[in-house]
């Protein structure tokens, strides 16, 4: 391995040579200023024989005017002569230059290292740091060469069905599953947001780990990729009562802690509210049983709570009886009336008179007075003398 390195540092300094000149590492002592390597971005895998590019970003604050360049050295072409390299640039004050470089991966799968430097020219020599207080003046990098990458989900969640484009996949028991993509694609990937289950749980989509929470998002296959993502158990709450309004139904995370409140009285429905007919709280019972107006429990599994009232009848019980009691007098007279009716019918009306002899009372009817036995009617009620 130190012979390889050694090897390694010998081609790079000859590189360097036959490019440049003389070269030579700069002392922090310099009164140049900075030149760095700010950012080197590179593609992490890519295909055999396709063209990728590649960023660089060099740096500098220079006190004075200087000369500086970058170049990109490279073991997928000739190791004797740079990959690519930029103009010779007069800079003074600070800044940045930035270069977008294209490159063709090898046909063959592998690797491609690549060694990115900020060189400036001072004395006759093309120089660099590989400090980090003035420099780094370099950068390395590793792409992979390869037609296939894994993308790897892992979500916790055995059985799920996820979709990639036009393919879709399922999580294994262990709630994971890799796929093998072509690299340098782009790929929809979704997952459900909601899983439904029929015993009053679900489970809801909480968020990937890098902070994307969409469900549906697009990724960038350019190299193996891990995506972690989480859902979280939820309960069904259900509260019933034969008040409508103390009914309802509402999720909560598993482990979640919960209070319900009773409310003393609630009046029954119009009319019968306004007349003091309403509903007393009497107590829960089901999956937590208790006489007391407040209750505390977790949601560690879906619940079903009752809340009971008893009837409070007030003034209503006390109209009904009048009501009733009216009716069964007015049913009272109207028999009476219609017996009395009935026996008028029956038995002719008996009226009292006096006798026009002795003028004592008689009652109609009678033709011979009971007191003095005179002949009662009148003269036209007597038949006429033969």
Not at 12 to 19: P, R
Not at 239 to 248: E, I, L
Not at 253 to 260: E, I, R, Y
């Amino acid at each position: 391995m130190k012979l390889l390195a050694a090897w390694k540092c010998t081609l790079i300094v000859a590189i360097l040579v036959l490019s440049f000149g003389t070269i030579g590492v700069f002392a922090q002592e310099t009164s140049l200023g900075r030149v760095r390597i700010a950012s080197f971005v590179c593609p992490r895998q890519v295909a055999p024989g396709s063209v990728f590019s590649v960023t660089l970003d060099m740096e500098y604050e220079i006190r004075t005017n200087a000369s500086v360049r970058a170049i990109i050295l490279g073991n997928m072409a000739n190791a004797s002569t740079p990959l690519w390299q930029s103009d010779v640039a007069s800079v003074s004050g600070g800044g940045d230059k930035v270069w977008a470089i294209n490159f063709t991966a090898p046909p063959t799968e592998g690797t491609i290292q690549l060694s990115a430097y900020a060189y400036y020219f001072e004395n006759g020599t093309w120089k660099f740091y590989n400090d980090t207080v003035l420099g780094p003046g370099f950068r390395q990098v590793v792409i992979k060469v390869a037609r296939n990458a894994v993308l790897q989900v892992e979500v916790g969640v055995p059985g799920l069905e996820l979709t990639l484009g036009n393919l879709s996949a399922t999580t294994t028991p262990a709630g994971d599953v890799g796929v093998s993509l072509p690299v340098g694609m782009n790929y929809t990937l979704s997952i459900p947001g909601v899983l439904q289950y029929q015993n009053s749980t679900r489970m809801m989509f909480d968020g990937w780990q890098d902070g994307n929470n969409q469900t549906s998002r697009i990724i960038s296959i350019d190299g193996d990729t891990q995506l972690v993502g989480s859902y979280r158990t939820q309960y069904l709450l259900r509260v019933t009562s034969t008040v409508s309004s103390y009914s309802y139904e509402k999720w909560y995370d598993a482990g979640s802690n919960v209070t319900l409140q009773r409310v003393d009285s609630v009046p029954m429905v119009w009319p019968l509210g306004l007349l003091g007919g309403k509903y007393n709280f009497a107590g829960w019972s089901g999956d937590v049983n208790s006489q007391s107006g407040e209750i505390n429990f977790t949601m560690n599994s879906p619940k079903n709570i009752y809340a009971n009232f008893s009837i409070e009848y007030g003034a209503l019980i006390v109209i009904p009886i009048i009501i009733a009691a009216g009716v069964i007098g007015e049913a009272s007279l109207l028999v009476l009336k219609r017996k009395k009716t009935a026996q008028v019918k029956a038995e002719p009306a008996i009226s009292v008179s006096t006798c026009p002899n002795c003028g004592e009372s008689i009652e109609e009817g009678w033709q011979h007075c009971i007191h003095c036995g005179g002949k009662l009617g009148s003269l036209e009620d007597e038949p006429a003398n033969q």
